[in-house]
């Protein structure tokens, strides 16, 4: 049974760093994308970044460009999302969620979710 666990959350302050962790585990992540969404305070669950089974990446979030970036470890089963430079407005809940190969900033695209992680941004 497929089953994704998302360590890495917790409080860090403005201009801090932080990795989130999406792990994979009753099947190999090689051919399959994960896609990193987030879910502020009182917003709609939004995609930010996606990696296909080809390593490539896909940015939906303008509010996240060259700040944050997802990497794929195929050995450990494992997609990081390296978040830096944060701001307060990164505060949010952050799922990951698998697919079949390609990328998507649909919810709906994808099967299988993470129970997500809290990122805290404050001073």
């Known amino acids: 049974q497929l089953q994704v666990v998302e360590p890495g959350g917790g409080l860090v302050q403005p201009g801090g760093s932080l990795r989130l962790s999406c792990a994979v585990s009753?099947?190999?992540?090689?051919?399959?994308?994960i896609g990193w969404f987030r879910q502020a305070p009182g917003k709609e669950r939004e995609g930010i970044l996606c990696i296909n089974s080809n390593s490539g990446s896909t940015n939906y979030a303008d509010s996240v460009k060259n700040r944050f970036t997802i990497y794929r470890d195929n050995a450990n089963n494992t997609v990081y999302l390296q978040m830096n430079s944060l701001k307060y407005e990164d505060t949010g809940v952050y799922y990951c969620?698998?697919?079949?190969?390609?990328?998507?900033?649909?919810?709906?695209?994808?099967?299988?979710w993470g129970q997500g992680t809290q990122v805290t941004v404050s001073s």
């Open positions: 969620a698998v697919r079949w190969r390609s990328c998507s900033n649909h919810r709906a695209d994808f099967a299988s």
């Open positions: 009753a099947f190999t992540l090689n051919y399959y994308a």
